[in-house]
């Protein structure tokens, strides 16, 4: 088994503990919300939410994937840490175990935020993951990112 680390930045102009509670905490219901055609609903499997619940995450008619499997490996509510896992899901291939995501918010100098997430690829056998393989996946991320910071900007009472 190999592991493959990919990690990119983000920057926004909503400041961590805004930004943290909307994309983060609050994902499962803001996400649907604002883009149905990427996620359909979040429902908890398994747990309260904290570290070690297990949730299905099905996404919509725009996807190519049909659902997925989280588990939750750490929140860090103080210093805008969150850590999960991909385990289950049409998104995972023959070549993949499973896949582990650190979203970690930054406070940056003009008092936006910095997101930066590293996606860990745990490769069964000698399978080499590519960038090119992964840039899908981190397009639709900051996709879903800047339409979270839209909404934000849009509706300034919110997640304050």
Do not use: W
């Amino acid at each position: 088994m190999g592991v493959f680390t990919y990690e990119t930045e983000f920057t926004s102009v909503i400041p961590p503990p805004r930004l943290f509670k909307a994309f983060i905490l609050d994902a499962d219901n803001l996400i649907p919300k604002i883009a149905p055609q990427a996620v359909k609903c979040a429902e908890i499997i398994e747990g309260d939410g904290g570290v070690g619940t297990i949730k299905k995450i099905s996404f919509g008619e725009g996807s190519q994937f049909g659902s997925v499997t989280h588990k939750i490996d750490g929140i860090d509510k103080d210093n805008f840490v969150y850590s999960y896992s991909l385990v289950e899901g049409d998104a995972l291939s023959d070549k993949i175990e499973k896949i582990s995501y650190e979203t970690k918010l930054v406070a940056s100098s003009d008092g936006g935020s910095i997101i930066k997430s590293t996606s860990n690829y745990h490769t069964k056998g000698d399978v080499e993951i590519k960038e090119e393989h992964v840039k899908a996946g981190k397009e639709k991320a900051s996709h879903l990112f800047k339409l979270v910071e839209g909404y934000l900007l849009a509706n300034p009472n919110e997640y304050s």
